[in-house]
């Protein structure tokens, strides 16, 4: 009986399964044994897995196919260690394929997963591949968005003060990852992440000192988070690394760091009191090579036993590879020299910063870098040279020190960078200081900068306008300028889609269009019309630099002319209806068109005042309604004769006949006549000849030839009936002559006023008693002279019969001639008068001298009085 038992203790009992050792070589097998209930298997299969996808990409394509993320998910949250750890590996490290985290984005419990897996009590090897896993997801927005959700920034945070490398890279590269958005950087704060990041650049291996600082750069562009830098002294240990010449392949990264920092002064303050800055201007200038390249620091460290070691050297190996945003692969001392520049560039946009820098004679140092061998580092000077150009003392600095040399000699170069930087530095540097002017004019730096004008870089365009605009009060440089084609140069740049350039440009020509011929230059190289065009810019700066150009362009007649034509006046008086585009410098340019087009001015304001000059060639069409368009003296001419208003017009020459037209026309017809004839008689000798094709085609000929005749001399019969177009006023002329002689030698100017006035009405059809202006006859002989020259356009000297505005005209035009000053208003219902400010000439010496007043002249009921602008007459002969 006991022998019995004893047999049944050792014979296996018969529900259990004996132990198979199988030997599979196809994935999808193993992958069917992560569905397996037991954890023995699960976690071979994890192993087996991790060794397959840790040897290509390829093999992480082929268990996505396989379908074995969800299966490995689902593991990572096993109760048991082993097979968490090794589904964790898998899965974190075929997180390297974009696929894989696609997929991984669906399932919503993946990255907490991951997150939950950095809890302390996990290994240290479940910590490395979980943060490996989300070094890959913080790549793409949508998961930074989870990882910050779930607690991730935190649970990286921990892992930082891990004793292992693999977690502090992986963890560190999350991170720095996450720092791109600016939840992140607040939230790095508050869980006192920053001084663990610091303490990784104490570590041994470069790559985790790399991307600690690449975190910092990252961290650092938030205000409060450099405030806490600098309570952990962050500025004396990035300076410690700049001393140790074997780290200079951290340099740059260093470097980038202080960049952001130096942009509060405080810590620009304690940079300078602990000699760091002197440290970072003296890196800048150094000129001796860089030491030969020492090993990295990851390379020496020890193996780790067992697996984890093994895997960690090939991981580490393979991280190198890919290189983390931002990174610099192969840094070189001109790298390091450039972000320095480009980081006291960026400290100087603070003015207090920009004192303590000149203080250290920081310009001295660029002013090296201008003449360094690497372009790169030639632009990022020339950058940090024009900020620092925003301080008056600067200026004077870098012309003592010779800067502008290496400056212009950058103009020349065929980069594009070095241009733009070039030029911008020069145009701060010539900003209010008429000494640098000369300088650049000394260097010969003035021809380069107008090159430059017709480059393809914009930016450049724009500092060459504004550089050349800094220049132009001094005449020398201005007449130089002038000389060398600017004027011709400056058009193109007003054609520009940009904006900048643009204003620019239009600041330059208000700047060096400043004499006739320049203006005749500028008119003629069709400057004119991309000019009016800015007008409609939707741009302040635009509009005012627009309006101040073509207030010097109108001193012109010719290009006020011009201007007007392209419609300068319309779009300006449309301004003017505006309370926001309107300005002093529109209201200029306004007043300077119609100054300078009279006729115009009348036109559209109604008024002349007493410095406004009649001359020849001005016309008066009456007032022009909203929306109309201002026409010239040659579109009236062209136009036939019509029932509207008649156009008056000033011109003080002598008539000259036209030349006979009918004579010609009728010898065009005679000879049309003749070859007409001959054509007949040689087609009717040649028809019996010649087919019917032939003659029909020849018919044909002589329809078009009968027509072209039929033009000529319908051409010449409209000639007999054109508008003369040289409408000379030798009536005006005598008037003129006669005042001259007559009127001008009249002791006082009142007496002269008087004299002209009676002058005028005797012309006009004499006085006209009160209430019978309607009665008095003056449309048909206007209709009668307008028929006699077949146009609508008038010489003021042929009316005899004239009211309010014939006569107010004619008074202001001989006026102007004699030297009285007077004004011509516009009213309504033809009215119109003239007012001049006359002073009391006759009282004696010894009596007090008033201010003079001013009269309004009677022209119609009792010519040459006098009538107090005030009082009632007055009013009622302007109203009534």
């Not at 004396?236 to 260093?254: C, F, G, Q, S, Y």
């Amino acid at each position: 009986m006991g022998k019995k038992i004893k047999e049944d203790k050792k014979a296996p009992p018969d529900d259990v399964f004996d132990p198979l050792l199988v030997e599979s070589r196809q994935a999808a097998t193993v992958v069917l044994m992560l569905h397996s209930p037991e954890e023995d298997v699960q976690a071979k299969a994890c192993e087996a897995i991790y060794k397959f996808v840790d040897k290509s990409d390829v093999n992480k394509k082929v268990l996505l196919d396989l379908d074995a993320v969800d299966p490995l998910l689902k593991l990572m949250s096993c109760e048991d260690r082993i097979v968490r750890r090794n589904s964790c590996m898998c899965l974190g490290i075929m997180c390297a394929s974009p696929d894989v985290r696609k997929l991984l984005r669906k399932r919503e419990e993946s990255i907490p997963t991951f997150v939950n897996l950095l809890q302390p009590e996990e290994e240290t090897v479940v910590h490395e591949f979980s943060a490996l896993a989300l070094s890959y997801f913080a790549k793409e927005f949508t998961s930074k968005v989870a990882i910050f959700e779930h607690g991730g920034v935190e649970a990286l945070v921990r892992c930082l003060s891990s004793t292992d490398p693999d977690v502090q890279k992986n963890s560190i590269e999350a991170l720095a990852q996450m720092l791109l958005e600016y939840q992140t950087r607040g939230a790095i704060r508050e869980c006192e992440g920053l001084g663990p990041m610091l303490q990784l650049l104490a570590s041994e291996y470069s790559i985790i000192q790399k991307l600690a600082l690449l975190a910092l750069d990252r961290a650092s562009q938030d205000g409060e988070n450099r405030a806490r830098l600098r309570e952990l002294e962050t500025v004396t240990r990035l300076l410690e690394i700049l001393a140790r010449p074997e780290l200079n392949d951290l340099h740059v990264m260093v470097v980038m760091v202080l960049s952001n920092l130096l942009e509060d002064i405080e810590s620009l303050d304690q940079m300078k009191e602990s000699g760091g800055l002197k440290k970072l201007v003296a890196l800048i200038t150094d000129q001796t090579p860089p030491e030969e390249e020492t090993k990295k620091s990851d390379k020496k460290g020890g193996s780790r036993a067992g697996k984890k070691s093994a895997k960690g050297s090939a991981k580490k190996h393979e991280e190198k590879e890919e290189v983390p945003q931002g990174e610099q692969v192969i840094p070189t001392l001109p790298d390091v020299k450039k972000f320095a520049a480009k980081a006291i560039g960026r400290s100087g946009r603070n003015v207090e910063n920009r004192k303590i820098l000149h203080e250290q004679e920081c310009e001295k140092m660029l002013i090296i870098l201008l003449s360094h061998e690497a372009e790169e580092v030639q632009c990022a000077a020339a950058e940090a040279i024009a900020i620092m150009c925003e301080n008056l003392a600067s200026r004077d600095s870098i012309r003592e020190w010779d800067g502008f040399a290496p400056l212009i000699k950058m103009l020349n170069s065929e980069n594009e960078d070095l241009k733009e930087a070039a030029t911008l530095a020069l145009a701060n540097l010539t900003c209010s200081n008429s000494t640098n002017c000369q300088e650049v004019m000394n260097l010969n730096g003035v021809e380069p900068l107008i090159n430059i004008l017709s480059g393809q870089r914009e930016e450049a365009v724009g500092n060459a306008a504004s550089a050349l605009t800094n220049m132009a009060p001094d005449e020398v440089i201005r007449t130089e300028a002038l000389a060398k084609g600017i004027v011709t140069a400056l058009i193109d740049p007003l054609k520009s889609g940009n904006t900048f350039v643009q204003s620019k440009a239009a600041l330059a020509v208000s700047a060096f269009v400043c004499d006739s011929n320049s203006r005749t230059e500028f008119r003629l190289g069709g400057g004119a019309e991309p000019l009016v065009t800015l007008l409609h810019s939707g741009k302040d700066e635009i509009r005012r630099n627009a309006a101040w150009a073509i207030n010097m362009c109108a001193v012109d007649p010719a290009t006020a002319t011009e201007m007007t034509k392209l419609g300068a006046l319309e779009i300006l008086m449309e301004i003017q209806l505006s309370s926001t585009r309107r300005s002093p410098f529109t209201d200029a340019a306004l007043n300077k068109l119609l100054d300078s087009n009279l006729a115009a001015k009348y036109a559209m304001g109604g008024h002349l005042d007493v410095g406004n000059l009649i001359e020849d060639g001005f016309i008066d069409a009456g007032q022009l309604r909203p929306g109309q368009m201002f026409r010239s003296l040659e579109d009236y001419l062209e136009e036939e004769m019509n029932d509207k208003r008649a156009v008056l017009l000033v011109n003080a020459k002598p008539e000259q006949a036209p030349q006979p037209r009918q004579e010609e026309g009728d010898g065009t017809k005679a000879e049309g006549s003749k070859a007409a004839a001959a054509g007949k008689s040689r087609a009717a000798r040649d028809s019996k000849q010649k087919t019917k094709a032939q003659k029909e085609k020849e018919e044909k000929q002589r329809e078009e030839e009968l027509q072209a005749q039929l033009a000529k001399e319908a051409e010449a019969a409209d000639d007999k009936f054109k508008p003369f177009s040289d409408l000379g006023d030798p009536t005006l002329c005598s008037f003129i002559d006669d005042i001259t002689e007559k009127i001008l030698p009249l002791p006082t100017t009142m007496e002269q006023i008087v004299a002209l006035a009676e002058f005028v009405s005797e012309k006009m059809g004499g006085s006209i008693e009160k209430g019978q202006v309607a009665n008095f006859s003056w449309e048909l002989p206007l209709s009668q002279i307008k028929f006699e020259l077949k146009s609508n356009v008038i010489p003021i000297g042929k009316i005899r019969t004239g009211i309010y505005i014939h006569r107010a005209l004619l008074f202001k035009t001989l006026a102007d001639r004699i030297a009285i000053g007077c004004t011509l208003t516009r009213g309504e219902y033809n009215h119109a008068w003239n007012q001049m400010m006359i002073a009391d000439e006759d009282s004696s010496p010894e009596l007090p001298k008033f201010p003079p007043k001013t009269y309004i002249v009677d022209l119609m009921h009792e010519p040459g009085r006098l009538l107090p602008v005030d009082a009632p007459e007055a009013i009622t002969y302007t109203h009534i």
